[in-house]
C-alpha cells in the first residue's frame, strides 16, 4: 500500500500524476483526504479522496507515503498529526517517502533530509535542514523521493515506482505514454 496524502491547497498534478503512474505498474496506492474526503487542489479541482485519515493503516502492508506540494497544500500535511505519525513510521521502518514542490520541507524541518541529496521547489532550500540541496528536478537518496514541482510530476512518479517496481518497469511506463525515447 502506498498513500497519497491530500490536503485542501495540494497541487493537482503532483499528486494525480504520481497515482496514475503507480497504478500501472501495478502498485496498491490509496489517496487519503487530510482535510476531509473531499480535498480541493490548488487550482480549485475538487477530488474525492479513496480513504479518510482514520483509514490510514501503519503496518507492514506499507510501502511508503508520498507528500504532493502546492501551498497551502503543504503547510496543511505539516499541521496534520496524522501525516506526522505517518512520517515517522516511514523513517522507522525504512519506508519510501515522496515528497515533491513544497513537500520537502517537511521532512527537511524534521531532519530527516539531514546527510541526504534533496531538491524542492525553488525558495524553499534554506528549509531542507542539513541536506545536499542539487538542482536535479528529481533526487532519490536511499528511500526518499524529493522533487522540484509540477513539471516533474512524472518523473517523480518513476522514481517512486523504480523503488517499488524496478526500474526496467517504470521505463516500460514511461515508453508507453511517449515520455521520452
Not at 17 to 43: I, M, Q, Y
Not at 82 to 106: H, L, S, T, W
Not at 130 to 140: F, P, Q, S
Request: include cysteine.
Amino acid at each position: 500500500m502506498i498513500y497519497i496524502f491530500l490536503a485542501n491547497g495540494f497541487e493537482e498534478i503532483e499528486a494525480l500524476a504520481p497515482l496514475d503512474f503507480l497504478l500501472r505498474v501495478g502498485e496498491n496506492v490509496k489517496t487519503v483526504g487530510v482535510s476531509g474526503r473531499f480535498c480541493k487542489g490548488a487550482h480549485g479541482i475538487n477530488v474525492e479522496a479513496d480513504l479518510s485519515l482514520d483509514d490510514v493503516k501503519l503496518n507492514d502492508d506499507l510501502k511508503g507515503i508520498i507528500l504532493p506540494g502546492g501551498m497551502p497544500g503543504a503547510d496543511n500535511l505539516n499541521n496534520s498529526v496524522e501525516v506526522q505519525n505517518a512520517i515517522d513510521y516511514c523513517v522507522k521502518m525504512n519506508r519510501i517517502i515522496g515528497a515533491i514542490c513544497a513537500a520537502p520541507f517537511i521532512l527537511g524541518r524534521k531532519g530527516i533530509l539531514s546527510g541526504k541529496k534533496a531538491t524542492c521547489f525553488p525558495g524553499f532550500e534554506t528549509e531542507l535542514s542539513g541536506a545536499t540541496v542539487l538542482e536535479d528536478g528529481v533526487v532519490t537518496d536511499g528511500n526518499i523521493v524529493t522533487a522540484k514541482g509540477a513539471g516533474v510530476a512524472w518523473e517523480f512518479g518513476a522514481a517512486i515506482a523504480a523503488l517499488t517496481s524496478g526500474k526496467e518497469k517504470a521505463d516500460s511506463i514511461l515508453r508507453g505514454i511517449q515520455w521520452k525515447k
